[in-house]
């Protein structure tokens, strides 16, 4: 058999050639990959050469919302301190940077956004408040401190229903198997 090959031979003997979109090269190549892979240097060296540290994602997605959810509370300093907002809710869910540190428990990135004014009262596209998301997903540390850090707003958080009508206690009751830590908890003054 032949090595040789014609123009347009489409035979698996060529390398495939494989390629990036703009976005996917921009994504990779900016402030997001630096916040999910936790590289401090690259975030500082990215902010310092001029980028938005708002600047979203084709998913509406922030280097804040990336951190968060990777449980990267340095990396939320960072960010926070060169003016990232921490209310910034993603177009589509409604989603801010401590309904994804509460849902998956990062207590440190919780803490870190309520010290710099992240709402606690912001609903997602379904209604719910970063309560419950971590009552949701059964973080009752996380859960805990919101309710002590948030005081003032802690009556409005408590009772505050998502769009199916369920208050973050009813998910407590329903998804966990502590009802009574969570009764305590809720009822706490």
């Given at each position: 058999?032949?090595?040789?090959?014609?123009?347009?031979?489409?035979?698996?003997?060529?390398?495939?050639?494989?390629?990036?979109?703009?976005?996917?090269?921009?994504?990779?190549?900016?402030?997001?990959?630096?916040a999910i892979e936790n590289d401090e240097q690259?975030?500082?060296?990215?902010?310092?050469?001029?980028?938005?540290?708002?600047k979203?994602?084709?998913?509406?997605?922030?280097?804040?919302?990336?951190?968060?959810?990777g449980g990267y509370a340095n990396i939320l300093m960072i960010l926070l301190s060169r003016g990232a907002d921490p209310n910034l809710q993603t177009p589509s869910g409604k989603t801010v940077a401590l309904h994804r540190a509460a849902y998956m428990g990062h207590l440190e990135c919780v803490k870190t956004l309520l010290s710099y004014g992240c709402r606690p009262d912001l609903a997602d596209s379904d209604g719910k408040s970063a309560l419950h998301k971590c009552v949701e997903k059964g973080n009752y540390t996380c859960a805990k401190l919101i309710l002590e850090e948030c005081q003032m707003k802690r009556a409005e958080l408590v009772n505050m229903l998502d769009n199916k009508g369920n208050t973050a206690l009813d998910l407590g009751i329903?998804?966990?198997?502590?009802?009574?830590e969570w009764?305590?908890?809720?009822?706490?003054?």
């Amino acid at each position: 058999m032949s090595q040789v090959h014609e123009d347009g031979c489409v035979c698996s003997a060529h390398p495939n050639s494989t390629s990036q979109t703009l976005p996917e090269l921009e994504f990779e190549r900016g402030i997001w990959t630096a916040a999910i892979e936790n590289d401090e240097q690259k975030i500082k060296r990215l902010l310092d050469s001029g980028h938005d540290p708002n600047k979203r994602d084709n998913s509406g997605y922030t280097a804040l919302h990336y951190a968060a959810r990777g449980g990267y509370a340095n990396i939320l300093m960072i960010l926070l301190s060169r003016g990232a907002d921490p209310n910034l809710q993603t177009p589509s869910g409604k989603t801010v940077a401590l309904h994804r540190a509460a849902y998956m428990g990062h207590l440190e990135c919780v803490k870190t956004l309520l010290s710099y004014g992240c709402r606690p009262d912001l609903a997602d596209s379904d209604g719910k408040s970063a309560l419950h998301k971590c009552v949701e997903k059964g973080n009752y540390t996380c859960a805990k401190l919101i309710l002590e850090e948030c005081q003032m707003k802690r009556a409005e958080l408590v009772n505050m229903l998502d769009n199916k009508g369920n208050t973050a206690l009813d998910l407590g009751i329903r998804n966990n198997k502590n009802i009574k830590e969570w009764n305590e908890l809720f009822s706490e003054q």
